[in-house]
């Protein structure tokens, strides 16, 4: 993984790091809305900000972006594919930084579910879905129907927490379907770290490291469906 990054000048910007360019950048998809809402926030999204200045754990402050990168690829261990996360952000909230990974949604589900993904298990997945669990502090148990995706995505933000030694980790879905598609897997998910799911409120657990773990769902504006 490249640790030089340059200035984005645009929404075009963000086509190019896609794993598909050609099949991911259209109009109505999460990587265009994504991409679309912010360049046009330059700071970080208001639904994304709300859930922040909206929380306790933050004094209710409103947060700082202090950068952004698209697209950004997160070793883990276990095999040689990276999480893909839709945004890694750092940001600055109530004098505490937080290391934030972003997943973009519409209507597409978050990937295969567990089952499916160990449908062929190999030494490699096994040996990453432990350190996933471990990393969160989740049963040995997990559901079939528990979507992979939304544990790497979140284990991201946690091991880019500890890289650059933040004060808390996020991970933030960013859903730009107006009907909440795949929130049910969203809470389900947040349920099995230990805490209630409620739509538009932050949730905060602590991990077996100590560190705190926020959670959130930020419902992005249709317009971008059409951008």
């Known amino acids: 993984m490249t640790k030089i990054f340059l200035p984005s000048s645009g929404p075009s910007d963000w086509q190019k790091l ?11 998809y999460s990587a265009r809305s994504v991409a679309y809402c912010w360049e046009a926030a330059d700071e970080l999204p208001s639904e994304i ?15 700082e972006l202090l950068l952004a990168i698209p697209e950004y690829k997160v070793p883990l261990p276990g095999g ?15 004098d505490r930084t937080v290391s934030m990974t972003v997943e973009g949604k519409v209507n597409e589900p978050f990937g295969p579910t567990l089952a499916d993904w160990m449908a062929t298990p190999s030494e490699g997945k096994r040996t990453r879905l432990e350190y996933l669990q471990n990393l969160l502090g989740l049963p040995k148990q997990l559901p079939n129907d528990l979507y992979y995706q939304l544990l790497h995505r979140t284990a991201s933000a946690v091991i880019e927490a500890r890289r650059f030694k933040t004060d808390a980790a996020a991970m933030i879905v960013h859903s730009f379907s107006q009907e909440r598609m795949w929130f049910d897997a969203y809470a389900q998910f947040v349920d099995l770290l230990g805490v209630t799911e409620t739509s538009g409120e932050l949730v905060s657990v602590s991990l077996p490291s100590g560190m705190p773990l926020c959670l959130g769902w930020a419902k992005g504006s249709k317009k971008y469906l059409e951008a």
């Open 18 to 28: 896609l794993a598909e360019p050609d099949k991911q950048w259209k109009t109505g």
């Open 49 to 63: 900000a709300n859930l922040f200045s909206a929380s306790a754990e933050f004094d209710h402050q409103q947060p």
């Open 80 to 94: 040689s594919r990276e999480s893909q996360n839709d945004v890694f952000a750092l940001i600055k909230c109530a």
